[in-house]
C-alpha cells in the first residue's frame, strides 16, 4: 500500500541550512509535494517535483529526489525564524483522483 | 488572491451532537477534498468531489460522516452522531481538477473539532 515517513522533529539554528526528509512506498508515483504548516492553520504548498526529476531548486528551496530508494528531501538554505512550522511531505500516486498520501509531519524548530 | 474559505473555524460540541462543516472552493475549481488531520499526523483524504459527484469515499466513516456538493460549488461535511475520536482539524481543499496531470490542491484554514 501506500505509506510516507517522515521524521518527527528537526531543530537548527539560524542561519543555517535545513533538510527534511521523506520516503514513500509507492514506485508508481507521479508527484511528490512539500506542504508547510504554520500553527492552527491551512497547509501552503511549498514545491512539488515530478517523478522523473531528481532536483528541482526554487529560491531557499532545494528538492532532491532518489527515485531508486524513494527518498525525498528537502533543504532550506539560510533558515529563518519565520520557517518554523511543520513540513509535510505528501505524494500522488497512479490514481487519476489526484489523491494526496501525506506524511506525518516534521516539526522544524530555528533557533535565534 | 482567491483562497478557500471555511467556517466554523472553531466548534465544541458534546459527544452524540450533531456538527456540520462548511467550506467554499475557490472559483471555478471543479474538484474539493475534505481531510481529517489528527494531531501530531498528517492530513487523511475523507471524502473527494468532481463537481456535484462523489470519486472517492473508501476513508469516510458512512455511519456517522456525510458530505454533500449540491451544486458543485460549496461543501459541507456533517458528523452525526459526534464520537470523542472525531476531534481534529478538518481540512478542505479545492484544485482546477483532479487528472492525471499535476494539478496544485489549496487548502482552507480549517475547522478544528473538539469533541467532549
Known amino acids: 500500500g501506500e505509506d510516507v515517513e517522515q521524521s518527527l522533529f528537526l531543530s537548527v539554528r539560524e542561519g543555517d541550512s535545513s533538510v527534511i526528509n521523506c520516503t514513500y512506498t509507492?514506485?508508481?508515483?507521479?508527484?511528490l509535494y512539500w506542504y508547510k504548516q504554520e500553527p492552527g492553520a491551512g497547509l501552503q504548498l511549498l514545491t512539488y517535483i515530478f517523478s522523473n526529476m531528481d532536483m528541482k531548486q526554487d529560491q531557499r528551496l532545494t528538492v532532491l529526489l532518489n527515485k531508486k530508494d524513494k527518498h525525498l528531501s528537502l533543504r532550506i538554505a539560510d533558515t529563518q525564524t519565520g520557517d518554523s512550522a511543520i513540513y509535510f511531505c505528501?505524494?500522488?500516486?497512479?490514481?487519476?483522483?489526484?489523491?494526496?498520501?501525506f506524511g506525518q509531519g516534521t516539526t522544524l524548530q530555528v533557533k535565534p | 488572491e482567491a483562497e478557500v474559505a471555511q467556517s466554523p473555524r472553531y466548534k465544541i460540541t458534546e459527544k452524540s451532537q450533531a456538527v456540520a462543516f462548511w467550506c467554499d472552493p475557490i472559483s471555478g475549481h471543479a474538484t474539493l477534498y475534505w481531510y481529517r488531520q489528527i494531531l501530531g499526523q498528517g492530513p487523511e483524504l475523507l471524502v473527494q468531489f468532481q463537481d456535484e459527484s462523489v470519486v472517492d469515499d473508501s476513508q469516510l466513516p458512512k455511519d456517522r460522516f456525510s458530505a454533500e456538493r449540491l451544486k458543485g460549488v460549496d461543501s459541507t461535511l456533517k458528523i452525526q452522531p459526534a464520537e470523542l475520536g472525531d476531534s481534529a482539524m478538518y481540512l478542505c481543499a479545492s484544485s482546477l481538477r483532479a487528472a492525471r496531470t499535476q494539478e496544485t490542491q489549496y487548502f482552507g484554514p480549517g475547522t478544528r473539532l473538539l469533541v467532549l
Open positions: 505528501a505524494e500522488r500516486g497512479s490514481s487519476n483522483t489526484g489523491k494526496l498520501i
Open positions: 509507492d514506485s508508481s508515483s507521479t508527484y
